[in-house]
């Protein structure tokens, strides 16, 4: 995802680096959720095991764990605010276009398998 932002952004005005990081970054909350999960399920003596539903629970939250992470790495709240909506391209009515560059290298991403 970080190659692929870098990319797109520079077919944009956008700053291709910028959008590396944000490729980088974005889905870092899904393994947090993940860990999250996995120590819930050893605590209550539960199999390990990623079901459907595991997965979904994990992904419902991980753009605010990624929010959280980045925060508590100190970047700025601009690569945050991204981070922690990347899912959501509409901003106050508007698309924002450092989620449309993630949005398109994830599609870009998904076609190639």
Not at 3 to 27: C, K, M, Q, Y
Not at 31 to 47: D, F, Q
Not at 76 to 85: N, Q
């Amino acid at each position: 995802m970080a190659w692929i932002s870098r990319f797109v952004a520079r077919n944009t005005p956008l700053e291709a680096e910028n959008a590396f990081l944000l490729g980088l970054l974005h889905d870092v909350g899904l393994s947090v959720a993940l860990l999250g999960v996995t120590e819930y399920l050893k605590h209550h003596k539960l199999p390990l095991r990623l079901s459907q539903e595991v997965w979904l629970a994990a992904e419902s939250v991980h753009e605010h764990f990624s929010a959280v992470v980045l925060k508590s790495w100190g970047l700025p709240p601009s690569v945050t605010l991204v981070v922690e909506h990347h899912h959501s391209l509409m901003f106050g009515g508007m698309p924002h276009p450092q989620v449309a560059v993630l949005a398109i290298a994830e599609q870009i991403a998904e076609d190639a398998g």
